[in-house]
T-cell receptor, first 110, second 113 residues
Framework: GDSVTQMEGPVTLSEEAFLTINCTYT??????LFWYVQYPGEGLQLLLK?????DKGSNKGFEATYRKETTSFHLEKGSVQVSDSAVYFC?????????FGKGTSLLVTP | NAGVTQTPKFQVLKTGQSMTLQCAQD?????MSWYRQDPGMGLRLIHY???????DQGEVPNGYNVSRSTTEDFPLRLLSAAPSQTSVYFC????????????FGPGTRLTVT
């Protein structure tokens, strides 16, 4: 069945460092791909999405490109801030709901 | 516009007790779903609904029951709570199928002792 694999955390970075969180997927058909973010004590919020191959989703300085040839959707940000500390989930559309990765915890230190 | 609301925020149950987790949305979304979040497991789908009167099972439906009598509400019932149901529960809604943005509630943290 459909599945998402993302890199294990936690990831600890200094402020202004470059961020990459890897995400690969297995799916039949052509799913949409998403990154959701969960701040401490809150629900999940959509960060960005891509609906077809070679699409690039972007928001708040984060980017991810839908790579069909490598079945990947890696999340990147050029310069992280302390306020980016959160848990990041990669997900794909599967039928009527989302199929999530296990999440990657990011801690950004001043 | 409150979005997706969930009550209660926290709950402690004893094994064998039953309870209902409430979820409501005011965005007139047809699609609603329940997920549980466990450490190191991501979010797993429990049940979902594609409209009033229509529900279906997700990945981990055992021990849970749902119904959808209105567009706004999608309660999740625990029939006989077990320690394995200790988790954080999230309700979500969207205006279309999974390709659309899903809006999540703030979650209910449930502990079963």
């Amino acid at each position: 069945g459909d599945s998402v694999t993302q890199m294990e955390g936690p990831v600890t970075l200094s402020e202004e460092a470059f961020l990459t969180i890897n995400c690969t997927y297995t799916a039949t058909g052509y799913p949409s791909l998403f990154w959701y973010v969960q701040y401490p004590g809150e629900g999940l919020q959509l960060l960005l999405k891509a609906t077809k191959a070679d699409d690039k989703g972007s928001n708040k300085g984060f980017e991810a490109t839908y790579r069909k040839e490598t079945t990947s959707f890696h999340l990147e940000k050029g310069s992280v801030q302390v306020s980016d500390s959160a848990v990041y989930f990669c997900a794909l559309s599967s039928g009527y709901a989302l199929n999530f990765g296990k999440g990657t915890s990011l801690l950004v230190t001043p | 516009n409150a979005g997706v609301t969930q009550t209660p925020k926290f709950q402690v149950l004893k094994t064998g007790q039953s309870m209902t987790l409430q979820c409501a949305q005011d965005m007139n979304h047809e699609y609603m779903s329940w997920y549980r979040q466990d450490p190191g497991m991501g979010l797993r789908l429990i049940h979902y609904s594609v409209g009033a009167g229509i529900t279906d099972q997700g990945e981990v439906p055992n021990g849970y029951n749902v119904s959808r009598s209105t567009t706004e509400d999608f309660p999740l019932r625990l029939l006989s709570a077990a320690p394995s149901q200790t988790s954080v529960y999230f309700c979500a809604s969207s205006s279309g199928a999974a390709t659309y943005e899903q809006y999540f509630g703030p979650g209910t943290r449930l502990t079963v002792t």
